[in-house]
């Protein structure tokens, strides 16, 4: 009878000290998957159409389409665009309205143009 009263409560002291690591164990990589680390991160993943742009445009450069002020003029406007919705969709609650997407899509598609134009009628077929 001693000895089976001292194994219970040898066993409660054990799952007493368990318990805590066992539950900080399964919690740690639950932690980190939304990160997203190990498939890149968020801003690796969702760059969009201008964040190859900057590699066209310095290709450009390169073929002696642009000039490298003219390439950095628009990639300074474009980051200035990206940079401009991200801080009024914080604003407003991580929501734009349809107004404000509008307007967006037609500032992205006026910088496109200009792009367009500056590199002349190679561009069009590219």
């Known amino acids: 009878?001693?000895?089976?009263?001292?194994?219970?409560a040898s066993l409660l002291a054990?799952?007493?000290?368990a318990t805590p690591?066992?539950?900080a164990q399964e919690t740690a990589p639950a932690a980190q998957a939304p990160s997203g680390e190990?498939?890149?991160?968020?801003?690796k993943r969702h760059h969009g159409r201008w964040g190859h742009?900057?590699?066209?445009?310095?290709?450009?450069?390169?073929?002696?389409?642009?000039?490298?002020?003219?390439?950095?003029q628009f990639k300074a406007e474009a980051r200035q665009l990206r940079e401009e919705a991200r801080a009024l969709r914080q604003s407003s609650g991580g929501q734009l309205s349809d107004a404000q997407k509008e307007q967006f899509r037609q500032r992205r598609h006026a910088l496109r143009e200009k792009v367009k134009a500056a590199m002349g009628p190679s561009a069009s077929g590219a």
């Open 14 to 17: 054990s799952l007493m000290f």
């Open 53 to 72: 742009k900057g590699k066209h445009l310095d290709r450009a450069v390169q073929e002696g389409r642009l000039t490298q002020a003219q390439a950095d």
């Open 38 to 43: 190990c498939h890149g991160g968020k801003e």
């Open 21 to 23: 690591v066992l539950a």
């Open 1 to 8: 009878m001693r000895i089976q009263s001292t194994l219970m």
